[in-house]
């Protein structure tokens, strides 16, 4: 497994401002992502965060919105901006140990759960 | 669009008891699949993961794969109370890009 790191670990803000997430890795690895759990749901997978390039977003997510920063192997950056209530959800960190035949596993941090009012 | 489903319960079990939980995907491709457990206000934990049809036991803890079928199942022996939680059910479709089903309230009553 992995050791992963988030901060906040929640946060309560005002609509209309940004807040970024800082996620560590106790080691390096290649892939991580981020996924958000809105109340009640399940997850959605957010947008992969490339190291030394620009972040991968899936369909209904955009870098304005969700910029992501991924400065080296083992840290990466989510900020939501301009928030509204519908952004309040859990923001988790997530890294993919690979191994031999695609047979790795996801590991996730602690989250961050944010409230906006 | 690829979907992975789940029933959400919640799923009333008795202590000691066998709980089964089950789920089935859309992709046939699917080459992953992964049981986390999600206790209230927590993040997802992984639990078990599955690559091969068959079952992969671990503790308590069977894994039961059928890709013909597009089914995964996950059996929890001699339920605990400390085993009520959500339960998800995973597939990886692109190198750790998994999809998640809506995930299956257990309940473990005394």
């Known amino acids: 497994s992995a050791v992963i790191s988030q901060k906040p670990s929640r946060d309560i803000c005002q609509r209309g401002t940004s807040l970024t997430i800082q996620c560590q890795v106790d080691?390096?690895?290649?892939?991580m992502f981020w996924y958000r759990q809105q109340p009640g749901q399940s997850l959605t997978l957010i947008a992969t965060?490339?190291?030394?390039?620009?972040?991968?977003?899936e369909s209904g997510f955009v870098i304005d919105k969700f910029p992501i920063s991924r400065p080296n192997l083992t840290f990466s950056t989510l900020t939501v901006s301009n928030m509204s209530p519908e952004d309040s959800s859990i923001y988790l960190c997530?890294?993919?140990?690979?191994?031999?035949?695609?047979?790795?596993?996801?590991?996730f941090g602690e989250g961050s759960r944010l409230t906006v009012l | 669009q690829k979907e992975v489903e789940q029933n959400s319960g919640p799923l009333s079990v008795p202590e000691g008891a066998i709980a089964s939980l089950n789920c089935t995907y859309s992709d046939r491709g699917s080459q992953s699949f992964f049981w986390y457990r999600q206790y209230s206000g927590k993040s997802p934990e992984l639990i078990m993961s599955i690559y091969s049809n068959g079952d992969k036991e671990d503790g308590r803890f069977t894994a039961q794969l059928n890709k013909a079928s597009q089914y995964v199942s996950l059996l929890i022996r001699d339920s605990q109370p400390s085993d009520s939680a959500t339960y998800l059910c995973?597939?990886?479709?692109?190198?750790?890009?998994?999809?998640f089903g809506a995930g299956t309230q257990v309940v473990v009553t005394p």
């Open positions: 965060a490339n190291q030394g390039s620009e972040a991968t977003y």
């Open positions: 995973a597939v990886n479709n692109s190198w750790g890009k998994l999809q």
């Open positions: 997530s890294v993919y140990r690979d191994s031999a035949g695609n047979t790795g596993e996801l590991f």
């Open positions: 080691s390096q690895v290649t892939m």
